[in-house]
């Protein structure tokens, strides 16, 4: 076969991979004495009209420039030799990096460990806050993009997606628009990227499927998702993984991006077990960005910035109050596909509204605070005290008046405290708990329990919130029905900050009729524990969320039919 000479000065040596895009080679330059290898990748641009070459062609080549700066101020970035054009064909000459994909060293070696793999997302996500703070979006995060340095073992990232966005721009026939092409990998894009609406946490949400496969040895489609809030179920493939790197995972896998961890930055100080600090909200509506000078700037509250680079800091709105979060999920999910968890979320925003009025303080155990009395007392030797009598002391001792009897003391009672009238009726017991199946009647609930503290319009449209406080789980129970058929959709219950994780599981096997699911039990230690700030969960009989609202710990159940 004959050799392949590209640009006349690129000999071809082997293909190492093809896509969609193009296709990958390994190459000597022949025109360096040293014959120094080189990666040479091919971009094939869509054009439905070929009289815009020339518009993408500048596109490429500005995109070119951006790549090059990337990878002249990073060294786990590959550096860019040239770029060129042939046969209406760009091509990119990239820094060889020797060593294995991600991909063929779980392939090779198996599944990484715990520890590697916090060590791996320590090192990328270092690597991300410097991308992100030149405003660019990888968008095609995934194992098969991160080479293992074979001379010291630290993670490269390649296959930036900012050039494949400027030679697969389609132009419209006429000429007047444009739109790009959805830029990454399926199974791996963040659901907004697939939609064509990147933002950085994208590029997080990526790469915490990219931990996972590393973890576990599952690509995204062999991992089943949630129907109810349509986030990837990833913990059912490792269900032994307690620490911060469950916590960070779960957060930067969330469905929408308002409830990710919005800089790298931020998810790193996550991973280390530090205090996450207050987040600043990141655009979601963001397209692709493919240039600095038309990007908008991430967040960069506690970002790792580069003194030489001027980064453009946009006003940043107030973090969204709690509910905000679940009807921004609303939008995301309006196929129905998640309803009955939008229940579960906003059935727990309007029941935290009802508690956030006064109420007694309470414990799960322990007995409640001594009574105080209604006024004080003083002491009966003070109260019985009388002045002393002086007129006679002060007469004038010269007279000497007769002496008159001495009159005997007046007889005085002693004080007595004031009668405490103590009621003789016995204080009611509270009523027993036991558990409703979704589609109770209201009318039985209340005649289980008696009458309601309050009862609130739900959050969700046709529903009401059903409002019991401390009762025998010393507890706060919601019950959502509809407002309609009045019949039961959902419970929730919150429990006071102070609360053990022994007594909230024993309120909730009281509830539960004296079984806690193995599941349930799981994700309320790792919810209590500060593992993660929100767990879901699924039994044969049950299904539900434990999660931290306004500081209270909160678990909300449906059927799980």
């Known amino acids: 076969m004959a050799a392949v000479l590209l640009n006349n000065r690129y000999q071809v040596l082997r293909e190492l991979g093809r896509g969609g895009f193009g296709r990958t ?302 009807w921004l999920v609303t939008g995301f999910l309006a196929s129905g596909v998640v309803a009955a968890g939008l229940i579960a979320g906003y059935g727990l925003v309007r029941f935290s509204d009802a508690l956030s009025q006064p109420t007694v303080n309470r414990r799960l155990e322990g007995q409640r605070s001594a009574s105080v009395a209604p006024f004080e007392l003083l002491p009966d030797s003070i109260a019985a005290s009388k002045p002393e009598d002086t007129t006679e002391a002060e007469s004038d001792t010269a007279i000497a008046p007769e002496p008159e009897p001495e009159p005997e003391p007046e007889a005085t009672l002693p004080r007595q405290p004031p009668t405490v009238i103590v009621p003789t009726e016995p204080t009611p017991s509270p009523p027993a708990v036991r558990w409703f199946a979704e589609g109770t009647p209201e009318r039985e609930i209340r005649e289980a329990l008696g009458e309601p503290a309050a009862t609130t319009p739900g959050s969700l449209l046709g529903t009401d919130v059903v409002l019991y406080r401390d009762i025998a789980t010393k507890a706060d129970l919601g019950y959502v029905v509809d407002s309609s058929s009045r019949r039961l959709r959902q419970t929730n219950v919150h429990f006071a900050p102070n609360d053990s994780l022994e007594g909230i599981q024993a309120a909730l096997t009281e509830l539960l009729g004296g079984s806690l699911p193995p599941a349930t039990a799981n994700a309320l230690r790792q919810v209590y524990a500060g593992e993660t700030d929100r767990r879901q969960f699924a039994s044969s009989r049950v299904a539900g969320m434990v999660h931290r609202n306004r500081g209270r710990l909160a678990v909300s159940f449906w059927d799980a039919n």
């Open 25 to 326: 080679y390994l190459a000597i330059d022949t025109h360096m004495p040293s014959g120094q290898q080189c990666a040479i990748k091919q971009l094939k641009p869509l054009l439905t009209d070929p009289d815009r070459y020339d518009l993408a062609c500048e596109r490429f080549q500005r995109e070119a420039a951006v790549l090059e700066a990337l990878g002249r101020d990073s060294e786990c970035i590959p550096c860019l030799y040239a770029y060129f054009a042939e046969a209406n064909t760009f091509y990119l000459v990239q820094e060889w990096i020797d060593g294995p994909t991600l991909t063929q060293a779980v392939s090779d070696s198996g599944c990484l460990s715990p520890g590697e793999v916090r060590v791996l997302l320590e090192d990328l996500l270092g690597l991300l806050d410097f991308v992100h703070q030149r405003r660019i979006i990888h968008r095609d995060i995934k194992p098969d993009n991160v080479i293992l340095r074979a001379s010291d073992g630290k993670p490269v990232l390649i296959d930036f997606g900012i050039v494949k966005e400027a030679v697969d721009t389609l132009l419209d026939l006429d000429g007047s628009g444009t739109r790009s092409l959805s830029i990454g990998t399926p199974g791996y894009m963040a659901p907004e990227q697939a939609a064509g609406r990147p933002v950085y946490s994208s590029d997080l949400y990526s790469l915490g499927l990219t931990a996972v496969y590393a973890l576990s040895d599952r690509s995204p489609q062999e991992l089943e998702t949630d129907p109810r809030t349509g986030e990837i179920a990833w913990r059912q493939v490792l269900p032994d993984l307690h620490s911060s790197l469950a916590g960070a995972l779960d957060r930067c896998l969330r469905f929408h991006p308002r409830d990710r961890f919005s800089t790298a930055a931020e998810m790193l100080v996550s991973l280390r077990g530090g205090p996450v600090p207050i987040r600043a909200t990141v655009p979601t509506s963001a397209t692709a960005l493919s240039a600095p000078a038309t990007a908008a700037a991430p967040p960069t509250a506690t970002a790792i910035t580069d003194p030489t680079v001027a980064t453009q800091v946009l006003p940043r709105p107030e973090p969204p109050p709690p509910r905000d979060r679940f």
